[in-house]
């Protein structure tokens, strides 16, 4: 599964919120589809994403230098499988791309994600799945494999939906993104 991107990171870990070593078991709120009256609308304040954003971050990742493009966009994913079944989400184009002089010029496309999120009556953003595809490249800079085994999907394979930021976050308070 995809990891979280440094700037998801970071705003967690500014409010205080990551994984506490204290904490026995992750809050997770309930999901029912009949709490989603607008799931496209995500103004959640610590975690919003309004179409047309779109956020560029440089990465140090392993000692290799990376630029992240993610742009939320107008389009929403709508056919969904069990309890989540009727729900719309909102896509948001995540890439990675190689930044091999560190200086945030784009080489060789590492990641190309469209993640799937959605906000309850509540306030909650929650994450309900992503189409990945990373890709690897020998020395000359030719492409040799796409691999999409972190793509998942609410409601696919046992799958759970998880939350990407609560509506009223806690210090020492933590939660999964991802569930499956």
């Keep these: 599964m995809q990891r979280p991107s440094s700037l998801r990171l970071a705003a967690l870990f500014s409010l205080g919120i990551g994984l506490s070593a204290n904490a026995a078991t992750p809050h997770q709120?309930?999901?029912?589809?009949?709490?989603?009256?607008?799931?496209?609308?995500?103004?959640n304040p610590y975690s919003p994403f309004k179409p047309g954003t779109r956020t560029v971050t440089?990465?140090?990742?392993?000692?290799?230098?990376?630029?992240?493009?993610?742009?939320?966009?107008?389009?929403?994913?709508?056919?969904?499988?069990?309890?989540?079944?009727?729900?719309?989400?909102?896509?948001?184009?995540?890439?990675?791309?190689?930044?091999?002089?560190?200086?945030?010029k784009r080489k060789l496309l590492l990641e190309d994600t469209t993640d799937w999120y959605g906000q309850d009556n509540g306030g909650n953003v929650w994450y309900f799945g992503e189409r990945t595809v990373e890709y690897t490249y020998d020395d000359n800079g030719h492409r040799t494999s796409a691999d999409t085994t972190g793509s998942w999907?609410?409601?696919?394979?046992?799958?759970?939906?998880?939350?990407?930021?609560?509506?009223?976050?806690?210090?020492?308070?933590?939660?999964?993104?991802?569930?499956?």
């Design 153 to 180: 999907l609410a409601g696919k394979d046992g799958a759970l939906a998880g939350i990407v930021m609560l509506a009223k976050p806690v210090v020492g308070q933590y939660y999964r993104q991802e569930f499956l």
């Design 29 to 43: 709120p309930q999901f029912r589809i009949e709490n989603f009256h607008a799931p496209l609308r995500i103004d």
């Design 58 to 104: 440089f990465e140090l990742e392993d000692g290799e230098c990376k630029v992240n493009d993610v742009v939320v966009t107008n389009r929403a994913k709508r056919d969904f499988n069990g309890i989540y079944a009727g729900l719309a989400a909102r896509a948001v184009s995540d890439r990675v791309w190689s930044d091999p002089d560190c200086n945030g």
